[in-house]
């Protein structure tokens, strides 16, 4: 590596360090307070909530269905952000950011697939159909699937984090599909029924158990990225010094 | 402009010469199409019901077979850094050369829709419009695969992923051609309604193998 190369790898741990400090000390409440809100939401969906008077105690999947949902989407949309902030500003958090919410974000559409499945079958009489918002999110999925992919197959992390970006981006046009589908399709799958222009379409004895459940798991996502980010700038950390020390075996250990 | 043409003659001329020009892929096609009756049983009816589909899926594979060698082999040349630095801009060459794997691949495929039309048993009326869907179509797949082979350039392996990255991507143009096509041989929705949606996204793809592609060569180096 070079003299410009030393002093870039540096520069680029620089803005990561005050972020490792900052999250180091939000994480454990983050961590405490998504458990605290989802154990809360789980009991309200157990056991506050009124079975549903066709669909009976089914109807109780809901709860985990809906929010892995909107994470799904919502962490979709926030790595397309940190895509932007890769692609426009280079900047190395952006790249870690990116690479931290993949997964969650593939984990939370499998939950929401599954969910679904569960659920269809019950109601629906099915496992699956090829519905347009279940094969829109089946799509969702696959995108996932393949920016994780992408990313195990470059070695070096800044072209990846450039790679991905750019996959990221031209994916997102399944965003508004995925969103848009039951409006678009008349499908099987019931159009939105909570964010509506003339409000929510849900009785509030199921609304507020649901929005609790959604702020519940969106805290769970966003703890899980923390430290997904910080897991992720370590391992950068590791992989810069290790470079370095191959190339100056003299100077001692890490 | 002359540099454009001569990067899509160029591409024509390897083409020919190494990979045995349109026929390979049209051959591919034809394998494809040839092994669906025996998968689902010599059955005209069912054949001709879902023979737009069996076209397009057979589209889809031919062109992203090809794929993975669209720049890799460039790069592996030294002609992709010939590109880069050259005075045509980055985008018109990846159009250039998705031009070329296009009149390689998808032209070929749509103008014999007439002969494998007759495999899977596809109504007369059916014909043309079917072959016109791939005709608008395929652009649009082949562009669509372009991002993926400049993402995947550089890997020494990435056929597999370019598939796994590109294939949930061509989803759209799958749907409305095959609507298209299936409107054709009767149903509620008129022809061009689809066909103009098709139209609309291969447009939207070439632009986007421009800049993404050009963007993902630019990252790759």
């Known amino acids: 590596m070079t003299a410009t190369g030393l002093a870039a790898s540096f520069w680029n741990l620089a803005n990561p360090t005050r972020f490792l400090a900052l999250s180091g000390r939000v994480l454990p409440w983050l961590a405490g307070l998504a458990a605290l809100v989802t154990a809360a939401g789980l009991y309200m969906a157990f056991f506050t909530a009124p079975p549903d008077y066709q669909q009976g105690d089914t109807v109780r999947i809901m709860f985990v269905h809906v929010p892995s949902a909107w994470l799904a989407l919502f962490l979709y949309a926030m790595m397309s952000l940190s895509a932007l902030g890769t692609l426009v500003w280079r900047h190395p958090l952006a790249d870690v950011s990116q690479k931290a919410a993949a997964p969650i974000g593939a984990a939370f559409t499998l939950l929401c697939l ?6 269809g079958k019950p109601m629906w009489g099915t496992y699956w159909v090829w519905d347009a918002r279940l094969t829109s999110v089946f799509v969702l999925f696959l995108i996932y699937c393949g920016i994780l992919a992408l990313w195990r197959s470059i070695d070096d992390p800044g072209r990846a984090a450039r790679a991905v970006a750019i996959l990221t981006l031209v994916g997102f046009v399944n965003i508004p599909i995925v969103k848009f589908s039951v409006d678009w399709w008349n499908t099987l799958h019931q159009p939105a029924s909570v964010f509506r222009l003339d409000g929510p379409a849900i009785h509030p ?27 992720e700038i370590l391992n950068r950390r590791v992989r810069t010094l290790t470079i370095l020390q191959a190339d100056h075996p003299s100077e001692g250990g890490i | 402009m002359s540099a454009f043409a001569a990067l899509v003659r160029r591409d024509l001329v390897l083409a020919a010469r190494i990979g045995g020009g349109g026929y390979l892929s049209l051959l591919f096609f034809m394998v494809v199409v040839a092994l669906v009756p025996f998968a689902l049983g010599p059955d ?115 056929g597999l992923i370019l598939a796994v990255i590109v294939a949930p991507l061509m989803v759209p143009s799958l749907i409305f051609g095959v609507s298209a096509a299936n409107a054709a041989m009767g149903g509620t929705v008129p022809f061009t309604t689809p066909l103009a949606i098709l139209g609309a996204i291969s447009l939207v793809a070439l632009v986007t193998a421009a800049l993404a592609g050009a963007a993902a060569l630019r990252g790759g180096e």
């Open chain 1, 114 to 119: 599954i969910t679904g499945a569960l659920w």
């Open chain 2, 44 to 158: 005209l009816n069912l054949l001709s019901r879902i023979g737009p589909a069996i076209l397009w899926l057979a589209a889809v594979m031919a062109t992203l077979i090809g794929l993975d060698r669209l720049f890799q082999a460039d790069e592996e040349d030294g002609s992709l850094d010939v590109m880069l630095g050259a005075s045509l801009p980055l985008e018109l060459a990846i159009l250039a050369k998705v031009l070329a794997h296009w009149l390689t691949t998808g032209l070929p495929l749509a103008l014999c829709v007439p002969l494998f039309g007759l495999l899977v048993a596809l109504p007369a009326e059916a014909m043309a419009p079917t072959a016109l869907t791939l005709l608008i179509g395929t652009p649009g797949l082949t562009a669509i695969g372009a991002v993926g082979a400049a993402l995947t350039a550089t890997m020494r392996r990435g």
């Open chain 1, 205 to 231: 004895t199921i609304l507020v158990p649901l929005l609790v459940m959604a702020v519940g798991l969106s805290l769970v996502a966003i703890a899980l990225h923390l430290s997904g980010m910080r897991t």
